[in-house]
């Protein structure tokens, strides 16, 4: 049988039901308080502020980021590792494989203001424009189709602590919600992006040091 130390979860915290309500025994609660699944902005360079470079659009201000304003939801980010099965007589071990990315989507509400269906639509003209009939996006956008898009998480003075970086996302799906008189609420544009790495990071971390240490 294994012996397991409550201690070594939360040190001197450990849960104790107070029934007077004096000695402050839900003091667990509130030290170990999470992040709020709402307190997050998403960056996509190049298409959140001003794209004059796109198409001849302009699009809001140097300080105003469209994009940022417009998302209202982002799927689950992650990565996964296959495995290897390996028979050994009647045993059976298992080993990381190869490595995959998965998708995620990103919804934007439709703004009057700033015209972010314009820079998301043109973002995904870079990967095939149906106006030309070509893949290549450099007409419309110099730097190319792959950006690096960071998701930042919020703590609750709504300052950055955390990031997640997607390398060489570029969107892969780009749709239109429904048009239905008889809803009540913004109309609202999906993207689904693809991305090549992701990585979870310290806000302020230095590429040489804290990079490539883990998130504690």
Known sequence: MVDIDLSDFFGDAKR????GGLTGGMELFHR?????AYSWLIQIPGIGGTIGSIAGHFVGSTTENVLTLAAKQ????GYNVEDIMVDRVNDKFYFPGRPSTEET???FDNL????????LWNWMRTTYDPITGTHSGA????????KNVDIILL???????????????WPKNWRLAEFNYSLNEFHSIEVTLR???????KNGATVFEDLIKPAT
């Open 155 to 169: 703590d609750h003075n709504r300052d950055p602590q955390w990031c997640a970086r997607l390398y060489g996302c």
């Open 112 to 119: 009057l203001k700033g015209e972010a269906a314009v820079g």
């Open 139 to 146: 007409a419309i956008d110099t730097a190319g189709f792959k």
């Open 32 to 36: 170990f308080d999470s992040y709020r």
């Open 195 to 201: 991305y090549d790495m992701v990585g979870y990071y």
């Open 105 to 107: 989507v990103v919804t």
């Open 74 to 77: 982002v799927g689950q980010i």
């Open 16 to 19: 104790a039901v107070d029934i």
